[in-house]
């Protein structure tokens, strides 16, 4: 018969197992408040082990806060609260992507302007060097140096930043997207 009363005690128990759980604390800071060992709590929401009087009496009060509707309206309140502080967050981190995007588009735009002029620079050289400037020696030309130059310079230079800076660019503006999806704004 005490088997039985066990049993049952132990099912019982089951029921309102997970007692940390319901608090929404973890079972070993519900075991530091109660002053007990986890292993003690974890036996006790098993239904193997009584728990001490003292923890009990916490641990009762602790669920009726929890059921509390002052509490409850507490907690709804700091959650809106959360809410509002994430969306301040978000918006910070949406001017600061703002920010950096104005500067970095106008460094694009000097960029491609440089790009494009050293295109034009190199398309005229090349020009110019199959028109006037032969050569019998069959050393390169002035022109054909220069555009060697002007074409060095525009790969090493001009399209591997101007890539770079896009790159970036097209970064921020994914996050952007990012962003004002999360406060719900239109793109």
């Given at each position: 018969?005490?088997r039985?009363?066990?049993?049952?005690?132990?099912?019982?128990?089951?029921?309102?197992k997970?007692?940390s759980?319901?608090?929404g604390?973890?079972?070993e800071?519900?075991?530091?408040?109660?002053?007990v060992?986890?292993?003690?709590?974890?036996?006790?929401?098993?239904?193997?082990?009584?728990i001490?009087?003292?923890a009990?009496k916490?641990?009762?009060?602790?669920?009726?806060?929890?059921?509390?509707?002052?509490?409850?309206?507490?907690?709804?309140?700091?959650?809106?609260e959360?809410?509002?502080?994430?969306?301040?967050?978000?918006?910070?981190?949406?001017?600061?992507?703002?920010?950096?995007?104005?500067?970095?588009r106008?460094?694009?735009?000097?960029?491609?302007?440089?790009?494009?002029?050293?295109?034009?620079t190199?398309n005229f050289?090349?020009?110019l060097?199959?028109?006037q400037?032969?050569?019998?020696?069959?050393?390169?030309?002035?022109?054909?140096?220069?555009?060697?130059?002007?074409?060095?310079?525009?790969?090493?230079?001009?399209?591997?930043?101007?890539?770079?800076?896009?790159?970036?660019l097209?970064?921020?503006?994914a996050?952007?997207?990012l962003?004002?999806?999360?406060?719900g704004?239109p793109?």
């Open positions: 018969m005490q039985w009363h066990k049993y049952c005690e132990a099912k019982s128990m089951r029921a309102e997970n007692i759980k319901l608090l604390i973890s079972q800071s519900l075991a530091m408040m109660l002053k060992t986890r292993g003690q709590l974890s036996m006790y929401e098993c239904g193997l082990r009584p001490p009087t003292q009990m916490q641990l009762a009060e602790m669920i009726v806060l929890f059921y509390d509707k002052n509490t409850i309206t507490t907690a709804k309140s700091l959650q809106e959360n809410t509002e502080l994430h969306a301040k967050a978000i918006k910070r981190q949406l001017e600061d992507n703002l920010l950096e995007q104005y500067p970095l106008k460094i694009i735009a000097k960029a491609e302007t440089k790009y494009h002029s050293r295109i034009s190199l050289l090349q020009k060097s199959l028109k400037w032969k050569n019998e020696s069959g050393e390169p030309t002035l022109p054909e140096l220069l555009a060697g130059q002007t074409a060095r310079k525009l790969q090493k230079e001009n399209w591997t930043q101007l890539r770079q800076y896009q790159i970036k097209e970064v921020l503006k996050e952007e997207r962003l004002r999806e999360e406060l704004e793109e």
